[in-house]
């Protein structure tokens, strides 16, 4: 693994000091300023004038397209070749790459290359499932695995850098972003924000098969209040510090190269301008050696946040506060000279925000190889190891949620399938797809169709509100099975996709109730970007089936499980509320001082039960495990739980077992339970296996109230089980 000491050796710090004292300041500037390729030179209008038509609804997003598709492209080589721009975003093509590389590195004065970025969020070309799916999986192997394959196909097209991976914690489904990162918990999100920097990064950046990866958006970006995209963050830095700061620490120590500040302000304070982030909690705290980026016009925003007085104030604000790169909006490119002649900004604030860019294109070997082999891409893209890979993958995030006995399906029974998303490829590819097509998915109705089975399908119900009742009753009349793809479509989650209602959009309820009425036996496949308040789908169904968007492999992903060929596996790494109005929805919430009961003066809302639709750690199996024996020894490192775990059905499965703990009386009120361990065993029917999990004794200290990190001494209570309500399996004292 990649340590942060690494990006700043003693040889690559004189090959940077060297550079630094050759280079003008309009070249420094340029290698903290990153744009993307621009259309432009349309015909008889502006792409600006365009977009304003656009955004002021005189013309449809299709229109747009269209229109801006008759633009050619601006790479801007000359802007390369002054050396007054050092990183692009969205720029990839093999070949288009290497003739950007070869106008940096032999047509510029210093010959300095390019980074080369893109948000490869859960693959480039073969596109996996939405990484909130992925982390049902509870598989850092496979988040490893995955994020390995994105990384060597976003190699293969010229790309060095990748915006991911996402490791902010989301409580609050009405979020959509919660759709890219790897749910509520601090200790999984954690786990996967290495695996994942380990997967993009691998043991070197120098090998070609390696990106850059960036952990974003610092910090706390999943607390945008209501689940409101890009909203105040307002919170105690003792829940920063216990709650959203640790997958970013671990992505640190897991040796990521970049971090991306976060378009939010936190208490008021724009992340993109905050030192204490930066400079304090980032490099002297951590020990952070990289590169840090702003996101895309996030300087530019500051401005709205109302903390800067111009937009010259605002490069000033960020460049000082540790902001190295300025992604998009220029301000660091149209004033730092200008705030370096008149004495804001001092030359050892540009050169500190050089170094750290440049010590990641020497950590990257771009000096050494800034070329890409033209002839790999149609090697790896999209290739068998790679879809088989996705299939795994897609295969361990489906979570079944409900099952009366109805799965698994037999494939000589009448099956009928409906739902607008049934087969709808291009739906599978999930928010931030990369450069993945609908063409490249395997919908449902084709998975159908690979496996071999007859059914008989039309869409019934539209996302947006159509429904045929008739058509429906007509297609589902002889059947014995009723298949139901419903969801939300995959623009209604992501970047700037929140939603206040997180029920099934349209007239999808209605539909499954119908089916319910007319006495057919209903298997539900969801297909959605975050948890959703479903209660009366779930009420409707013999089965519900948690299937997220699952990338090119859904369809086969999906019909392995409904059929039996893999037994499902996945735990939910969010939880599902009753009713939008719960939100936001955690389990590991502080028990109050009138923990939720029946009794009224409790704290509860009195039109919603006590529990949520499903709890985190939730997910059923077509077998079913039992837990025995368990005993939990205090040791000097912390705890270690040991659980007998046996397979009692007759289907071979995987079981995720989750070690929880409680601390029963702290200076502070502490959660209920919280996620500290856990395990994955595969057990054969009737096979028994036991497991040791270790609590890590650091991982019992908290933040008191003058934010020290502390332990106290005394009792913790342990729940070992199957899911987040795990019973109470024991107490210990730790000294
Ligand atoms: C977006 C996102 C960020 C992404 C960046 C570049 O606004 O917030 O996650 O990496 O811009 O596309």
Not at 36 to 51: A, Y
């Amino acid at each position: 693994m990649i340590s942060q000491k690494q990006y700043c050796n003693e040889e690559v710090s004189r090959k940077i000091d060297e550079l630094l004292s050759q280079m003008t300041v309009d070249e420094k500037i340029g290698q903290l300023h990153q744009l993307g390729p621009s259309p432009v030179g349309g015909f008889e209008i502006s792409l600006d004038e365009l977009k304003k038509m656009l955004d002021a609804g005189a013309i449809t997003q299709k229109e747009y397209e269209q229109s801006a598709r008759g633009f050619k492209v601006d790479e801007r080589e000359d802007e390369v070749r002054a050396g007054t721009i050092g990183s692009f975003l969205g720029l990839y093509g093999a070949e288009k790459c290497n003739r950007m590389q070869k106008v940096a590195v032999e047509e510029s004065r210093l010959g300095i290359p390019l980074l080369l970025g893109f948000d490869v969020i859960h693959g480039l070309r073969t596109v996996f499932p939405i990484p909130l799916a992925e982390s049902c999986s509870w598989d850092m192997e496979m988040a490893e695995k995955t994020a390995a394959v994105a990384a060597k196909e976003s190699a293969a097209v010229g790309l060095n850098w990748t915006f991911a991976p996402m490791v902010d914690i989301a409580r609050d489904a009405r979020w959509g972003r919660i759709a890219e990162g790897a749910g509520e918990d601090t200790y999984l999100g954690s786990r996967f924000a290495e695996a994942r920097v380990k997967g993009f990064q691998g043991e070197s950046l120098a090998d070609p098969e390696n990106i850059a990866a960036c952990a974003k958006h610092f910090v706390a970006y999943g607390a945008a209040i209501g689940g409101r995209d890009y909203n105040t963050v307002d919170m105690s830095l003792q829940t920063l510090y216990e709650t959203y700061l640790p997958p970013f620490k671990a992505a640190t120590d897991a040796g990521v190269a970049t971090f991306m500040g976060a378009f939010n302000d936190l208490n008021g304070v724009p992340c993109s301008t905050n030192p204490f982030l930066y400079k304090t909690i980032l490099r002297k705290d951590w020990g952070f050696n990289g590169m840090v980026v702003s996101d895309s016009m996030a300087l530019q925003n500051c401005l709205d946040h109302a903390t800067v007085a111009d937009r010259a104030d605002v490069a000033r604000q960020a460049l000082q506060a540790g902001m190295d790169m300025d992604m998009h909006s220029t301000c660091y490119h149209d004033f730092l000279k200008e705030l370096l002649e008149n004495g804001q900004i001092s030359m050892e604030d540009i050169d500190t925000a050089v170094t750290n860019v440049l010590r990641i294109k020497f950590a990257l070997g771009l000096f050494e190889n800034p070329y890409t082999d033209e002839f790999l891409a149609d090697k790896v893209i999209l290739c068998d190891e790679h879809r088989a890979l996705a299939r795994e993958s897609a295969k361990k995030s489906i979570v079944l949620l409900k099952n009366n006995g109805v799965l698994p399906l037999k494939k000589d029974v009448k099956i009928a399938v409906v739902g607008a998303l049934a087969d709808n490829a291009e739906e599978m590819l999930g928010t931030w797809e990369g450069i993945g097509r609908g063409e490249d998915c395997i919908s449902v109705t084709a998975g159908l169709q690979n496996a071999g089975v007859q059914f008989k399908f039309a869409p019934c119900c539209s996302l947006d509100g159509a429904f045929d009742e008739a058509e429906l009753s007509a297609t589902i009349k002889d059947a014995d099975i009723v298949i139901a793809c419903v969801g939300e479509s995959k623009e209604d989650s992501g970047e700037a996709s929140a939603r206040c209602d997180i029920t099934l959009p349209g007239r999808q309820d209605e539909m499954l109730a119908a089916i319910r009425a007319q006495g057919k036996k209903l298997v539900t496949v969801l297909f959605n970007g975050r948890p959703l308040a479903i209660p009366e789908a779930v009420e409707n169904s013999d089965a519900v089936v948690e299937a997220w968007h699952l990338g090119v492999e859904a369809g086969n992903a999906v019909c392995d499980v409904l059929f039996g060929d893999y037994n499902p596996s996945a735990r939910l790494t969010t939880t599902f509320p009753n009713h939008s109005g719960e939100c936001p929805t955690y389990y590991n919430h502080l028990p109050t001082g009138k923990p939720a009961a029946e009794m009224k003066y409790t704290s509860k809302y009195i039109d919603a039960p006590l529990v949520p639709l499903f709890p985190f750690g939730y997910g059923l199996s077509y077998t079913e495990y039992a837990y025995s024996g368990l005993s939990a020894n205090v040791t000097e490192n912390g705890i270690d739980v040991t659980v007998t775990v046996k397979n009692v059905g007759a289907v071979d499965g995987e079981e995720t077992v989750q070690v929880y703990v409680h601390d029963v009386l702290a200076s502070r009120s502490r959660p209920v339970r919280e996620l500290k361990a856990f395990g994955k065993v595969f057990l054969k029917a009737g096979e028994e296996k036991q497991i040791t999990l270790s609590v890590a004794r650091k991982d019992l200290e908290f933040y008191d109230m003058q934010l020290n990190r502390i332990f106290e001494a005394g009792d913790f209570e342990i729940f070992v089980g199957h899911d987040g309500t795990a019973p109470l399996s024991g107490e210990v004292a730790v000294e």
